[in-house]
């Protein structure tokens, strides 16, 4: 495999810079067989002096580890020839918005109030700032889905009750912030470029050795992490989105599956199309709280926690 600079053919071929966020000005590295992009990142910045960017494919292995390169090496077959090379871009949203957010975590938001009332304030706050989690004005909660790269693809905006349940509307959809920022210009959700990627999938290159935990929902994974810090717990948003495409992010990695108890035979179905991982296991349920079971991992934590704070009580009366 080997790649160079794409030569400049027009403006087309100079795409926005992952780092400094100017259009036009990052050449990214093309296979010199198939003429094909590595990847969105891989690439260097026209803006040497004030920017600097630069990721050669070998940095882009180095991240995902030995393993990973060698099944590249092995994937690198005919297929990839014929796959079309322009692909439409991703849209991001500006991590700013993100950050206006955040800056409104001190204000009222019901979820953390229900979790701080079970954990630490401390370590919520490191979960919070870790995940990039944010508020609306309105006290729902948002969850951005930020990339490798970290760039926001989109954010679940969520409303929450005193008691931590999920506020549904009308039609139990999903309120999505690009769908929202789309409204605000007059335009179509769907006129977004949408590339959903994991929840807390921005983490994994501070942890590149660590055991990947997977679960669906994003206040899931904050709740196992204020539980298990030790692990990196990541969400994929829905019991659909174990997917190859969904989890890209993953190629090389363990991974520790853990469904809801509804979702097991389905995952583990679709954890076969997983074989870019390294290696994948799935945590089971007992028989009788299996499929028709709303349960997750984080309702068995919250009712262990619950009994651990009457025993204490009896204990101490
Ligand atoms: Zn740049």
């Known amino acids: 495999m080997n790649y160079m600079l794409e030569s400049y053919k027009g ?3 100079r795409y926005t810079c992952p780092k400094c966020g100017q259009p036009h000005c990052f050449t990214r590295y093309i296979d010199t067989w198939t003429g094909q992009y ?3 990142d891989v690439g260097i910045c026209d803006h040497k002096n004030s920017c600097g960017y630069h990721k050669p494919p070998r940095e882009y292995f180095k991240e995902r580890g030995s393993g990973y390169y060698s099944e590249y090496r092995q994937s690198y077959s005919l297929n990839r020839f014929t796959e079309s090379s322009k692909e439409r871009e991703t849209d991001f949203i500006p991590m700013r918005i993100i950050e ?13 109030e229900f979790l701080s009332g079970v954990f ?10 870790d995940y990039h989690i944010g508020t609306t004005k309105n006290g729902e909660t948002v969850f951005p889905q930020i990339d490798m790269q970290g760039r926001c693809r989109t954010a679940k905006i969520m409303a929450y009750d005193e008691s931590g349940h999920r506020i549904k509307g009308k039609m139990d959809r ?3 912030l690009h769908a929202r920022i789309m409204k605000k210009k007059g335009l179509k959700p769907s006129d977004w ?14 942890r590149p050795d660590d055991k990947v935990c997977l679960v669906e929902s994003e206040k899931t994974a904050i709740i196992c992490k204020l539980r298990c810090p030790e692990y990196l717990w990541l969400a994929c948003g829905g019991k659909q989105n174990l997917k190859p495409e969904m989890c890209q992010a993953l190629a090389g990695r363990n991974v520790l599956l853990c469904p809801d108890a509804d979702a097991v035979a389905n995952w583990e179905e679709q954890s076969k199309l997983l074989s ?18 709303k349960r997750d991992i984080a309702d068995i934590i919250l009712e262990r926690l619950q009994k ?6 009896q204990e101490t009366a």
């Open 11 to 13: 403006r087309s071929s």
């Open 120 to 129: 630490p304030l401390l370590g919520l706050q490191q979960v919070f700032s």
């Open 174 to 176: 999903i309120d999505w």
């Open 193 to 206: 470029n949408l590339k959903q990627c994991l929840f807390g999938e921005h983490l994994l290159s501070s």
């Open 276 to 293: 870019f991982c390294r290696k994948t296991e799935m945590v089971r349920w007992y028989k009788h709280e299996a499929e028709d079971s």
């Open 308 to 313: 651990e704070a009457q025993d204490k009580v």
């Open 100 to 112: 206006d957010f955040e800056k409104l975590n001190k204000k009222k938001n019901t979820l953390k």
């Open 38 to 40: 590595l990847a969105d």
